[in-house]
């Protein structure tokens, strides 16, 4: 299929003041009546078709300005020509029959466990009924439900029900990809909600019967989140209902549709005994994402899906925010660049490489990349890093009364930036344009007088269609520690804008030690061939806490590369330098924990590619246990005073304070295990009393090749709840040794209740797979043969998921000869495949190079 360019966008011809709909809601013959009220496009002079989209529905019937018209729809919509349109306004009616039964790819209306439902974004509106499919389009939706359930949900308020039908009216214009409905046999978990504006709002979480007992934390972050909204950006709610529906068939976590929110149940439902703590916070991210988006996303949407980022990027940066306020800053930070060098590092590094804001695409739902989430928000924070907190404040400001009720564009977005800090931005319009990680190297010079020089130069490496690229501006947050460790410079923000650039800093008493990129200030890649001796001193001194977490990742990196490739023993340095850290009881027990977590092997790959070396999964597997294990004998010492002190006595609670002791004690736990046999893991799980320890000793027993006792009592107990038995399937896989993951994935995938066209179950074994690196990568390409064999499965079922899984193939260049080859066969295959999917066509394409 040929690709959809940015630069061929036009405004759509008609305007559409306002949309009814009328459902009438049966499993194979659902009927959906649209009359659309239609006015021309100023934007757009002329006499123009009229092009709906459409996919997938059965035509009934079509009548334009009342009078039924003969018109048959091609394969991707209807076509009304200009001829027969009438000046001025006039309305369209369709009737077409749709089969949400038969609905396994999740997008537009299907079933999931009895309950009908929806999922609009992208371009799912268009297998619903003839519309004009894209986002720019803003219309107003009044929605009749009929249907023999209690439960029917849309966008808006409520404006009357009876039995068997209920009618909505969202008085906000809305783009089609934020329409809802819900329709199913739902209990509500409720809460009443105050804005700062005095509009009273009642807040709905509906679940399956049986689930209500596990909406109390969901319903604690949508609380804070609204709250948090009005305090921290100005935003108050703006319906008099906000429904959330928890279902358990989702391709995604979440979708933000106005006032009814859907959710994958997995990040819904929690209670201490079926949920850990990382579920816990996963789904207060998650909650406070969807209802951040109710203003950017919702109230101002993108004018076509290349700015997407618009509000992906802003709005993962507002729940990141969200969460560091709500927990910890410094832990927060960490965890959100370690998830951005995994996810959109290695995208950028690879041959899916492209632009936050792309200019073409064959698939957009190829294109929900952690580039355009994760990277759009690092660019985002990247912008008030250089602006401060006031210019982000009057941007932001600025930006939501200019554009209120518009479908804007990233040039909107940077021109309310310009305009209210009065900065030209054309050179950072880079970060949007250009894919790639910026390498960043480092030069410093003492002159012995007082003045110190840094002197960086950095590096756009090519990507796929963009082999040069211009400097980027580069925020680089500095601080310099003297040699006794006290901080001579506090952190300040150096603005690079050239390809190599001097930053002078005069009076220095004594040569200082650098503290670069505090905060991970910019998504670059530090080139900075530091000693382990200076490493040691950040990693014990530096006052920056991301930054002194990141001293003990390089070296725990550099150890793990000499191990893996001289065979060196694991340094003494670094072990010293980290048992100091997780035994200084003035830090927080969440951030020590993070401390204590080895490099992946992943990412060790990835650096060692980067490196020129070329990585042995199996080995690089068995040096990190190697690793571990010296981890475990030098602190052994320490460990059961940790665990004692880090032990929870009070009743569970989901905060980061709990959460934190927890996970060193796990921490801790783990290393225990390597060298008592299991013994204290055994224990642990015999008395858990929540899913995190559970889970945490059932992990330590299988690192040991154990836990079988465990797993069987543990499906014994959960075997009749889907979302738990999902962990159980992942553990299994995850943890398998090297030669046993394919194993272990043909013995769970031939059971039963391995439901693979459920998303979460698939993602929990196949996924699980995948992550596995030394099982995915096995020389024999039992694991590459698998993940294809499933891929090619899914795909006529459910392309989105397929598509998104097959990205574990993109790293593929890292490796060698072999596996290359491999692999190459493998999405060769996938390819060739009679009847493949657009979404997984493209994928495989884009991989093949
Ligand atoms: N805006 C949503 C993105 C999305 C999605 C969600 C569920 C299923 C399919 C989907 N396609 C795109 C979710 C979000 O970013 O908040
Ligand atoms: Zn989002």
């Known amino acids: 299929p040929a690709p959809v360019l940015l630069s061929d966008y036009q405004p759509y011809p008609f305007l559409i003041e306002q949309v009814s709909l009328r459902f009438a809601l049966l499993p194979q013959a659902t009927r959906v009546s649209a009359r659309l009220d239609l006015t ?25 300005g009342g009078t039924p018209l003969e018109c048959q729809p091609d394969a991707t919509g209807l076509t009304i020509p200009a001829a027969l349109i009438p000046a001025g306004a006039f309305t369209l009616e369709t009737e077409v029959e749709i089969a949400p039964e038969g609905n396994t790819a999740l997008e537009g209306l299907y079933m999931s466990n009895g309950m009908y439902c929806t999922q609009c974004e992208a371009e799912g509106f268009r297998k619903i009924t003839f519309y004009p499919d894209r986002p720019d389009v803003m219309a107003r939706f009044r929605v009749r439900i009929e249907a023999d359930l209690p439960v029917l949900l849309s966008n808006g308020n409520p404006v009357d029900s009876g039995a068997g039908w209920a009618e909505w009216d969202d008085p906000w214009p809305k783009p089609a990809y934020l329409f809802a409905l819900v329709a199913g046999d739902l209990v509500a978990h409720s809460a009443p909600f105050t804005t700062a504006e005095g509009r009273k709002v009642a807040l709905n979480i509906w679940v399956r019967p049986g689930d209500q007992d596990r909406c109390a934390y969901a319903m604690d972050a949508l609380i804070r989140s609204m709250q948090w909204d009005e305090t921290a950006y100005g935003r108050a709610y703006d319906l008099d209902v906000f429904n959330i529906v928890a279902v358990d068939d989702f391709n995604m976590g979440a979708m933000e549709n106005k006032g009814l929110n859907i959710f994958n149940s997995k990040f819904v439902l929690a209670s201490p005994e079926t949920a850990t703590d990382d579920d816990f ?31 992906e990027g802003l709005t993962v940066f507002r729940d990141q925010q969200f969460s560091g306020d709500m927990r910890s800053h410094a832990v927060k930070r960490i965890e959100d660049v370690l998830m951005l060098r995994a996810r959109q590092f290695r995208e950028d590094q690879g041959p899916l490489a492209h632009p936050v804001r792309p200019d073409s695409y064959v698939e957009i739902n190829n294109f929900y990349t952690a580039t355009i989430y994760e990277k759009g928000a690092e660019v985002i924070g990247m912008l008030k890093r250089l602006v401060g907190e006031d210019g982000y404040k009057a941007a932001l400001d600025l930006y939501f009364t200019r554009h209120d009720g518009d479908a804007a564009t990233i040039e909107d977005w940077l021109k309310v930036f310009e305009d209210a800090t009065g900065r030209d931005l054309t050179q950072f319009k880079r970060w949007y344009t250009e894919a790639g990680t910026p390498r960043l190297g480092v030069h410093e010079a003492w002159d012995g007088a007082g003045t110190y020089t840094l002197t960086f ?12 690229k211009g400097a980027k501006v580069i925020p680089i947050a500095v601080g310099l520690l003297n040699p006794n460790g ?26 200082p030690v650098p503290s670069i990129l505090r ?86 790959a990835a650096t060692l590619a980067a490196a020129g070396h070329v990585p042995d999964p199996d080995r690089l597997h068995a040096e990190r246990r190697r690793m571990a294990l010296a981890l475990a004998e030098r602190l052994a010492p320490h460990l059961p005073g940790l665990m004692e002190a880090m032990r929870v006595t009070a009743p569970f609670a989901p905060d980061a304070t709990q959460a934190g002791q927890r996970a060193l004690f796990n921490a801790c736990l783990q290393l225990a295990s390597r060298l008592d046999g299991g013994a204290q893991a055994r224990d642990a799980y015999a008395r858990a009393s929540n899913m995190t320890d559970g889970l945490a000793a059932l992990v330590a027993l299988l690192d040991l090749g154990q836990g079988q006792a465990q797993l069987d009592a543990f499906e014994t107990r959960w075997r009749h709840d889907r979302l738990v038995m999902d962990k159980w399937f992942m553990l299994q896989i995850l943890h398998a040794a090297p030669d046993q993951t394919a194993a272990t994935v043909a013995r769970l995938t031939a059971r039963t209740d391995f439901d693979w066209q459920n998303p979460n179950r698939f993602r929990a074994v196949i996924g699980a797979l995948s992550a596995n690196h030394a099982g995915f990568h096995q020389a024999d390409g039992s694991g590459y043969r ?47 495949t009679q009847g493949l999917s657009r979404d997984l066509g493209e994928m495989a394409g884009r991989m093949l190079g």
């Open 40 to 64: 021309p496009n100023p934007a757009r002079p002329g006499q123009h078709d009229l092009r709906l989209d459409g996919e997938g529905l059965r035509l009934l019937s079509l009548r334009l």
């Open 281 to 311: 916070a996963r789904i207060e991210a998650i909650i406070a994402h969807e209802y951040f988006h109710n203003w950017t996303g919702n109230r101002i949407t993108c004018r076509d899906w290349f700015q997407l980022c618009l509000k």
């Open 457 to 468: 130069t950095q590096t756009n490496p090519p990507t796929p269609g963009q082999p040069d």
């Open 486 to 511: 006290d901080e001579v410079l506090p952190t300040t923000v150096l603005e690079m804008t050239q390809a190599v650039q001097s930053f002078r800093f005069d009076g220095l008493a004594a040569r």
């Open 519 to 604: 905060g991970f200030s910019a998504p670059v890649v530090l080139e900075r061939d530091a000693d382990a001796a200076e490493r040691a001193f950040l990693l014990a001194h530096d006052t920056d806490p991301f930054n002194r977490w990141e001293a003990g990742r390089s070296l725990a990196k550099d150890v793990l590369a000499r191990m893996v490739t001289q065979g060196a023993a694991p340094a003494r340095g670094w072990l010293d330098g980290l048992a100091a850290l997780v035994c200084d009881d003035s830090l927080d027990p969440a951030y020590r924990a993070l401390a204590l977590r080895l490099p992946s092997e992943d990412d060790m």
């Open 786 to 832: 698998l993940l294809a064999d499933w891929l090619i499965r899914l795909d006529p079922k459910n392309p989105q998921t397929a598509a998104r899984m097959s990205t574990a193939f993109e790293t593929w260049r890292r490796y060698d000869a072999g596996r290359q080859q491999l692999i190459r066969a493998e999405l060769s295959r996938i390819a060739a």
